[in-house]
């Protein structure tokens, strides 16, 4: 037996397999001694899991012994092997692999060096706020796996708070089209058009002067809900936007408005702001 395989019980499943894999992939091997693919397969599994030397766990289950887990996890067949990540069962196969499959199987569940970068960046500006070494990390897991689009959107997402935004949509429009159609490119896209179109014209209080002037300047309020925007002030440009809606709906093409989806897009439908906004909304358009 390995230091990076071990027999594993109903008892210590838990701890073994759920916790263990929230730190590293874990292999759960169900056997039994009367199976002789079970038996094929078995020094296949150790073998690399002395050869990955950490990248994995392998943990190794009667299923006669421990009929509860087999049952649990639908085992119906073996040897049964399913891959556990962060706690949650992702992939499996049954049936005694070549030892060429059963690497394959493991690319796909162990994370690459290039991925383990993106986590240690998106980890480190958790910890730090720190947007330039996050991207500096980000880089570096981009040469690395230079095909790896979630280290672009990643680091689009870091340039944006720096308002980088010239370098965020390059790494955006860079995307496959695939990739451009998830929901957080599209948010991106939304904080793009809305930031990087924020105004420096006029600042705060000149513009709140010309509003109190003329309540219905329409260009007025535009510029500063952009200023809003830029400076992530979502409910103060809402409002802004909104009374523009009430008063002249047709202003640039009915542009307040569709800024105002915009924000819903940036903010998501679960922030309490878009909820109350979209309520407002309704009830000025009617």
Same mark, same amino acid.
């Given at each position: 037996?390995?230091?990076?395989?071990?027999?594993?019980?109903?008892?210590?499943?838990?701890?073994?397999?759920?916790?263990?894999?929230?730190?590293?992939?874990?292999?759960?091997?169900?056997?039994?001694?009367?199976?002789?693919?079970?038996?094929?397969?078995?020094?296949?599994?150790?073998?690399?899991?002395?050869?990955?030397?950490?990248?994995?766990?392998?943990?190794?289950?009667?299923?006669?012994?421990?009929?509860?887990?087999?049952?649990?996890?639908?085992?119906?067949?073996?040897?049964?092997?399913?891959?556990?990540?962060?706690?949650?069962?992702?992939?499996?196969?049954?049936?005694?692999?070549?030892?060429?499959?059963?690497?394959?199987?493991?690319?796909?569940?162990?994370?690459?060096?290039?991925?383990?970068?993106?986590?240690?960046?998106?980890?480190?500006?958790?910890?730090?706020?720190?947007?330039? =070494?996050?991207? &500096?990390?980000?880089?570096? !897991?981009?040469? $690395?796996?230079?095909?790896? %689009? +979630? @280290? #672009?959107? /990643?680091?689009?997402?870091?340039?944006?708070?720096?308002?980088?935004?010239?370098?965020?949509?390059?790494?955006?429009?860079?995307?496959?089209?695939?990739?451009?159609?998830?929901?957080?490119?599209?948010?991106?896209?939304?904080?793009?058009?809305?930031?990087?179109?924020?105004?420096?014209?006029?600042?705060?209080?000149?513009?709140?002067?010309?509003?109190?002037?003329?309540?219905?300047?329409?260009?007025?309020?535009?510029?500063?809900?952009? =200023?809003?925007? &830029?400076?992530?002030?979502? !409910?103060?440009? $809402?409002?802004?936007?909104? %009374? +523009? @809606? #009430?008063? /002249?709906?047709?202003?640039?093409?009915?542009?307040?408005?569709?800024?105002?989806?915009?924000?819903?897009?940036?903010?998501?439908?679960?922030?309490?702001?878009?909820?109350?906004?979209?309520?407002?909304?309704?009830?000025?358009?009617?």
């Amino acid at each position: 037996m390995s230091l990076h395989s071990t027999d594993v019980s109903a008892a210590d499943f838990e701890q073994a397999v759920i916790e263990a894999s929230k730190t590293v992939p874990v292999l759960v091997d169900f056997w039994a001694e009367w199976c002789g693919p079970c038996r094929a397969l078995k020094p296949v599994l150790e073998k690399l899991a002395t050869e990955y030397n950490g990248k994995f766990r392998l943990a190794k289950v009667n299923s006669d012994e421990n009929q509860s887990l087999a049952q649990r996890y639908g085992v119906r067949g073996i040897p049964n092997v399913k891959a556990f990540v962060n706690g949650e069962l992702v992939d499996e196969f049954s049936g005694a692999l070549p030892e060429a499959q059963v690497r394959a199987f493991l690319e796909r569940i162990i994370p690459s060096p290039a991925e383990n970068k993106r986590l240690n960046a998106l980890a480190h500006y958790a910890a730090t706020g720190d947007s330039k =070494q996050a991207l &500096a990390i980000l880089a570096e !897991a981009s040469k $690395l796996d230079p095909t790896h %689009e +979630i @280290v #672009r959107i /990643d680091s689009a997402a870091l340039l944006i708070t720096l308002k980088e935004f010239d370098e965020a949509r390059r790494l955006i429009d860079s995307l496959t089209p695939l990739a451009q159609m998830d929901e957080r490119v599209k948010t991106l896209q939304a904080q793009l058009a809305l930031k990087s179109d924020a105004s420096a014209e006029s600042n705060t209080q000149e513009l709140l002067q010309r509003i109190a002037a003329n309540p219905g300047n329409s260009d007025a309020r535009l510029r500063l809900a952009r =200023q809003h925007i &830029a400076l992530s002030q979502y !409910a103060d440009a $809402l409002e802004q936007l909104l %009374e +523009i @809606v #009430r008063r /002249d709906r047709k202003y640039k093409d009915d542009g307040a408005r569709k800024t105002m989806l915009q924000v819903f897009s940036v903010l998501g439908s679960d922030n309490p702001l878009v909820g109350d906004y979209r309520r407002k909304l309704a009830t000025a358009l009617n």
